[in-house]
T-cell receptor, first 109, second 113 residues
Framework: GQQVMQIPQYQHVQEGEDFTTYCNSS?????IQWYKQRPGGHPVFLIQ?????EVKKQKRLTFQFGEAKKNSSLHITATQTTDVGTYFC?????????FGKGTTLSVSS | DTGVSQDPRHKITKRGQNVTFRCDPI?????LYWYRQTLGQGPEFLTY????????KSRLLSDRFSAERPKGSFSTLEIQRTEQGDSAMYLC???????????FGSGTRLTIV
């Protein structure tokens, strides 16, 4: 089935620095979703991208879907300590939902 | 509470015992998923229901695992003859369609001793 590779696995930043995580697929994706999981918590839906080249923003978060619909990115501007957690991309392969391995973000103040 | 509820929150059981978990999705959600997550890993898909029909089951799921959603509302996940490797967080998620994402419950943490 379709697999998405997510990089980096870990990222540590100083508060105020930017952060980006990437999901890459070898096949065309119908759509991609992004989730955030706080330490000890459960995944929480952030956004869904469907259209080629789509860009969506949520405050300091910017989500992009590649023109070929094979990659996606999540960019956080000026990170805050509240951004700590693991960010997952999610791909729908048939009726199964396949998560990337996640990027764990830590932020030091 | 209009979220996804899972019960119990924690379960400790001896190896070889059977366990059953329950998930109550958001009432109008027709899709329900079960996932398993171990420390430091992303959630791993187990099975999917649309209403009461189990439409997909992961090939990684052994015959010791079974799930039901008898009336298209709550769902149960049973693990028979538990093994050490079954220790994980078991997450349930539900949705109505896909455009609004999937709402996850807080999970059931299973520890096999």
């Amino acid at each position: 089935g379709q697999q998405v590779m997510q990089i980096p696995q870990y990222q540590h930043v100083q508060e105020g620095e930017d952060f980006t995580t990437y999901c890459n697929s070898s096949t065309t994706l119908s759509n991609i979703q992004w989730y955030k999981q706080r330490p000890g918590g459960h995944p929480v839906f952030l956004i869904q991208l469907v259209k080629s080249g789509e860009v969506k923003k949520q405050k300091r978060l910017t989500f992009q879907f590649g023109e070929a619909k094979k990659n996606s990115s999540l960019h956080i501007t000026a990170t805050q300590t509240t951004d700590v957690g693991t960010y997952f991309c999610l791909n729908q392969a048939g009726t199964a939902l396949i998560f990337g391995k996640g990027t764990t973000l830590s932020v030091s103040s | 509470d209009t979220g996804v509820s899972q019960d119990p929150r924690h379960k400790i059981t001896k190896r070889g015992q059977n366990v059953t978990f329950r998930c109550d999705p958001i009432s109008e959600h027709n899709r329900l998923y079960w996932y398993r997550q171990t420390l430091g890993q992303g959630p791993e898909f187990l099975t999917y229901f649309q209403n009461e029909a189990q439409l997909e089951k992961s090939r990684l799921l052994s015959d010791r695992f079974s799930a039901e959603r008898p009336k298209g509302s709550f769902s149960t996940l049973e693990i028979q003859r538990t093994e050490q490797g079954d220790s994980a967080m078991y997450l349930c998620a539900s949705s109505f369609g896909t455009q609004y994402g999937y709402t996850f419950g807080s999970g059931t943490r299973l520890t096999i001793v």
